[in-house]
């Protein structure tokens, strides 16, 4: 079993910041990929970046230049820094992790709530 906790989100002014972070711990080894998904009220969950083990990102076109995507495998830890936040960055931030020879596992959500 593998357990996730997040941290860091909240409440925020339009061109704020804020720092989530999401530990992996239990029955983990070697981490594969990990990132972070968003939900908004009314709408699907979508990626916003996610980190391969050797450090190659991708971003969601929307959150590109403002976000930064990072981890520390030795902790088993990915970090999204954001930066510039606007309201449509408002939603449920979801850490996603993906171990090498196991399933994929979420956390259990962590709202940002930027205010215009």
């Known amino acids: 079993q593998v357990q996730l906790v997040e941290s860091g989100g909240g409440f925020v002014q339009a061109g704020g910041s804020l720092r989530l972070s999401c530990a992996a711990s239990g029955s983990v080894f070697r981490i594969n990929t990990m990132g972070w998904y968003r939900q908004a009220p009314g709408k699907q969950r979508e990626l916003v970046a996610r980190?391969?083990?050797?450090?190659?990102?991708n971003y969601a076109d929307s959150v590109k230049g403002r976000f930064t995507i990072s981890r520390d495998n030795a902790k088993n830890t990915v970090y999204l820094e954001m930066n510039s936040l606007k309201p449509e960055d408002t939603a449920i931030y979801y850490c996603?992790?993906?171990?090498?020879?196991?399933?994929?596992?979420w956390g259990q959500g962590t709202q940002v709530t930027v205010s215009s």
């Open positions: 996603n992790v993906d171990p090498w020879g196991s399933e994929v596992y």
């Open positions: 980190i391969s083990e050797n450090g190659r990102t």
